[in-house]
Nanobody, 124 residues
Framework: VQLQASGGGLVQAGDSLRLSCAAS????????MAWFRQSSGKEREFVAN????????RYADSAKGRFTISRDNAKSTVHLQMNSLKPEDTAVYYC??????????????????WGQGTLVTVSS
């Protein structure tokens, strides 16, 4: 399984940004795709995930109401639409994947496959 994250950049507070994670190397049946982020000096934290079987989703409290995770079946790509960005959203964002049947898994150790990360910087 290979994951390629893209879409990061420098934006101002209140702006929007869409991250993409292109997946390859597997059929991805019974997989959960997730986004995590890691800001300077902090541990990597869960942002959102999506169960590819039924598109059910789960969000961290910090992402609820502002971020939307979705999938593009035709392109085997998962997106993270981020609206109303805040300076505290500044981080390297990583996509990850694991086999599973629910969105319950939110810990980094539960995800086997990781992309390289894309930097999001939100200026005030």
């Amino acid at each position: 399984v290979q994951l390629q994250a893209s879409g990061g950049g420098l934006v101002q507070a209140g702006d929007s940004l869409r991250l993409s994670c292109a997946a390859s190397g597997h059929t991805f049946r019974n997989y959960v795709m997730a986004w995590f982020r890691q800001s300077s000096g902090k541990e990597r934290e869960f942002v959102a995930n999506i169960l590819l079987n039924d598109n059910s989703t789960r969000y961290a409290d910090s992402a609820k109401g502002r971020f939307t995770i979705s999938r593009d079946n035709a392109k085997s790509t998962v997106h993270l639409q981020m609206n109303s960005l805040k300076p505290e959203d500044t981080a390297v964002y990583y996509c990850a994947a694991r086999q599973g049947f629910s969105t319950v898994a939110v810990g980094t150790s539960l995800y086997r496959h990781w992309g390289q990360g894309t930097l999001v910087t939100v200026s005030s």
